[in-house]
């Protein structure tokens, strides 16, 4: 069973450009969580999705950022008009949530994170 | 709000010694807890993850200790080496299913 997948894992773009990161959930996920770490800051939640839905989107900036999770395909986070202060780890987190063993499992797995540079 | 404190913030123990992890959480209703290990550059590691209604889980040499009425977690390292050199992070789940609240880490030195 493959873990989280993310793409890509390194990524630069200049200021003023867009950037796509991509989450793949480990089989039989529903739940994906997207992170944030800034240089010597704490991992920071951002947006945790379920399938067609945004459950929680309390950490995402107000502006420039969106999140998506299609029926199909991976997990997508946007970045629109990049700032060199965007510039940090993103992190993929995914849970087999109420599908998972006993009812109801938890734990999150994490992907190998997208290094995002902004030159 | 929770927040979640690791002290100390880096440690450096020589090889073979045990040592222990200090993690502290504000608000004592948490869902559950896990501990993980970040090497530079790369993501993390799940090492332990302690539901609320446990008080210890084990694997190998570490060994993680939750005691919710304090708000305090430990993660004990016995017999450590220089392949344990990480940083180590706490994260507490308030509720089933949401966000993990992380702590900022404890950078751990191994030297032989």
């Known amino acids: 069973n493959a873990g989280v997948m993310q793409n890509p894992r390194h990524l630069v773009r200049r200021r003023g450009q867009e950037a796509r990161l991509r989450c793949s959930p480990m089989?039989?996920?529903?739940?994906v969580y997207w992170y944030r770490q800034l240089p010597e800051e704490g991992l920071k939640f951002m947006v945790y999705?379920?399938?067609?839905?945004?459950?929680?989107e309390s950490g995402m900036p107000k502006e420039r950022f969106s999140a998506e999770f299609p029926k199909e395909g991976p997990s997508i986070l946007r970045i629109q008009q990049v700032v060199r202060g965007d510039s940090a780890a993103y992190f993929c987190?995914?849970?087999?949530?109420?599908?998972?063993?006993?009812?109801?499992?938890?734990?999150?797995?994490f992907g190998p994170g997208t290094r995002l540079t902004v030159t | 709000k929770q927040e979640v404190t690791q002290i100390p913030a880096a440690l450096s123990v020589p090889e073979g010694e045990n040592l222990v992890l200090n993690c502290s959480f504000t608000?004592?209703?948490?869902?559950?807890l896990q501990w993980f290990r970040q090497d530079p550059g790369k993501g993390l590691t799940s090492l332990l993850l302690?539901?609320?209604?446990?008080r210890e889980q084990t694997s190998g040499r570490l060994n993680a200790s939750l005691d919710k009425s304090s708000g305090r977690s430990t993660l004990y390292i016995a017999a450590s080496q220089p392949g344990d050199s990480a940083t180590y992070l706490c994260?507490?789940?308030?509720?089933?299913?949401?966000?993990?609240?992380f702590g900022k880490g404890t950078t751990l030195s191994v030297s032989s």
């Open positions: 987190a995914s849970s087999p949530g109420l599908a998972g063993p006993r009812g109801g499992n938890y734990e999150q797995y």
């Open positions: 089989k039989g996920h529903s739940h």
């Open positions: 999705l379920q399938k067609e839905n945004i459950i929680d």
């Open positions: 608000d004592s209703a948490i869902y559950n």
């Open positions: 302690i539901q609320s209604s446990q």
């Open positions: 994260a507490v789940q308030s509720q089933a299913g949401t966000a993990l609240i």
